[in-house]
């Protein structure tokens, strides 16, 4: 089973910005679509953006303008570039892959505060 392994988060102001990765072991990106949640203490996890395979996006209305999702197929990862982060985007970060079997990476914590 492929696994999916996120990095990149860590605290940072608001204002500032992040990008989060979240590499496979092999090309899936090219293959299924994929997304990022993410989930907040105390909160249900939320879609935050996803990726077709033909590369069509689709944001939360809540960071429309601010983050973008991407993928380096050759690199056999997805990416979550963040900017102009606000408290309220703190959370779990995870990465998943609507395969055969929804696949799901382990979370990285982003904590936007001063």
């Known amino acids: 089973q492929v696994q999916l392994v996120e990095s990149g988060g860590g605290l940072v102001q608001p204002g500032g910005s992040l990008t989060l990765s979240c590499a496979a072991a092999r090309s899936i990106f090219s293959m299924y679509a994929a997304a990022w949640y993410r989930q907040a203490p105390g909160k249900q996890r939320e879609l935050v953006a996803q990726?077709?395979?033909?590369?069509?996006?689709i944001y939360v209305d809540s960071v429309k303008g601010r983050f973008t999702i991407a993928r380096d197929n050759a690199k056999s990862t997805m990416y979550l570039q963040m900017s102009s982060l606000k408290p309220e985007d703190t959370a779990v970060y995870y990465c998943?892959?609507?395969?055969?079997?929804?696949?799901w990476g382990q979370g990285t914590q982003v904590t936007v505060s001063s």
């Open positions: 998943t892959v609507w395969g055969p079997v929804q696949l």
């Open positions: 990726i077709a395979v033909g590369g069509s996006t």
